[in-house]
Every structure is written in C-alpha cells, then in structure tokens.
C-alpha cells in the first residue's frame, strides 16, 4: 500500500499495489480528473512532484516521451512504487461523489434511445457540473451515463440509454424497469464540463454522446449565453436522430448554429458525411475557439487531430469525453 498526496490541496488517500492511481482515488470517492480511463483521451494527464510511478502502456499522442520526462504521468495507467506527490489544482471545487437513491419518473424510448429520468431523494442535495457522468449500480456492476440535463433545483436526473441486443442493460432498461422504480447511482464523476469563458465553442457529438452536449446546452441556454455556438451530431442513419426538438428550442435562446451530419444514407437538410469532413469545411482557424467533443474514441481522436493540426485550435481548449457503450 502506498500514500499519494493531491497540492496544493494536501488531499491523501491510499493505493493498493494491484490498483491505478485512479481507480484508488474513485474507489475511495475522490473525483480526480479523467475521461476514457484506457491512457487515451489524456484528461487525467497530471504533473507528479514527487514518487516513482510506473505506467502500464498508454496512447503516446497524449502522454509523449517529452511530457513524461517532464515529470507528467497519466493517473488511469499510473501505479506508485513508492508514496507520491502529484499537482492537480482546483479540486475542492468539484461537488462531492456520493451513493444516491434515484426514482424513475419516466421512460420514453425513441426508436433505440430510452431517455430516462430520475429524482434524488429532496433531502440529499446532488449536484453536478453539465456534462459529468454518473455510475448506474445494477446487481453490483456499475454502468456510466453521461448525465443529459443541466443542474437545477428540480433534483432530476435524465440519461440516454441505447440499446444493444442481449445487453444487460439493455433488456433491463427494455424489458424490467419500469416508473417508480429505484436505482442506485454513484456521482456526480468525471471532468468533462462546461469551461467559464467567451470563446465560441464547437459542441460535436455522435450517437448518444448528444446526451452531456444537451446538458451543456441547457447550462448555456439557463446562464442566458450569448456565446457562438456550433453544434454538430453525427449518426448513421436518420432514425438514430432523437430529441430533436430540443434543438429547435435551443434556437430560440442561443446564438447556435447545428449541422446534424449522416454517413450512411442521405437526407434532405442533413450534411451527407461524417462531422469531421464537416468542420473541416466549416473553418479555416479555430485558434480563438473551445471545442467540446462526446462520443466514440476513432471520433474524437479524428476531431482533435484535425482542430489541433489543420485548423490551429490551441490543444488546451479541446475538452473531451470518450466512451464504449454501455451495454
Ligand atoms: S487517458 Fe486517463 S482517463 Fe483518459
């Protein structure tokens, strides 16, 4: 077992030696800051003070040898040799982790998508940041949600569930739950969030990672933001669009601009092609922009590389939420 201390915030909690810095740190309910928990997104890129660590092997476009021999490691492959120190700042202003009750109120499914919604118990005050996820506790196995509305005093909850044939989850979604019901959930977790700024974001998605996109947009949309904002949600085909109405609403009080982008069959009004090729002739520089990308990794790799390197986008403001579904 080794020590691993957070600055400037003096934070301590213990690793066994089978265990990433990471996981220690959710095990024991500390939010460090993370993503795809697989060494490939970099989100949990971090500066070690002191200690050896050892790596287990990671994705080197986020973790280069310059950057580890900088003193950076990547807390989801990190194990400590020995007790450490590492700089993370701000972390006391994250909302705290916690076992909730929540009870479906409803459940409505859009062709593959059930949009779930679920209340908090009034007296056990859950908060969480637009575009954190939470962990769905099913017969001792957690299952992570993006959470798809923005925090408000209305203790709700709501999350997008696709389904997969034979899935756990799934059919348990499809088959067992039902309003009233009452699931477990730990949360809020993971860094993913809206940045406090004034830059024009970029806000790009497929598939059900529109779900922390919508809980962005209805942060925007609750702070009155005036910020320029285009969207892009890419799918195969046209019946894996959902809750589309929610965009028109949007439109009313943003200054948004959506291209819903299909690369499997043609449809009128939408952009034949994948989101990259899309942005890519949408701008020629990003360099005063924040982009905010949620769905799978091949995407969101793609969509980095092309804002970073094709359109000047400073690597700094290019936030990110990788995920394999949940089944
Ligand atoms: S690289 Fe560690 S969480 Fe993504």
Redesign the pocket.
Known sequence: MTKIVIKPDNISFDVESNETI?DAALKQNLNL?????????????CKVISGDLRLEP??KT??SDYDKNQGYT????AHPDSNAELYIPGLVDNFPIKIMPAKVVSIVKQNSIAIIKFKTPQAQKFGFFAGQYIDIILNGKNRSYSIANCYKADNEIEVHVKYHKDGVFSEFVWNILKENDVLRFKGPLGNFKLQKSNKPLILVCTGTGFAPIKSILEELVLSNSSREIYFYWGNRFYQDFYLMGQIIDNKKSLNLKESMCLSREEYDGFYNGRVTNKIKNDFSDLSNFEVYACGNMKMIEDVYEICTQDLNLNKEFFYSD?FTPSV
């Open positions: 990471l800051p993370h993503g795809c928990k697989s060494g490939t997104c970099g989100a949990c890129k990671y994705n986020v973790l990547l807390l989801c492959k990788a």
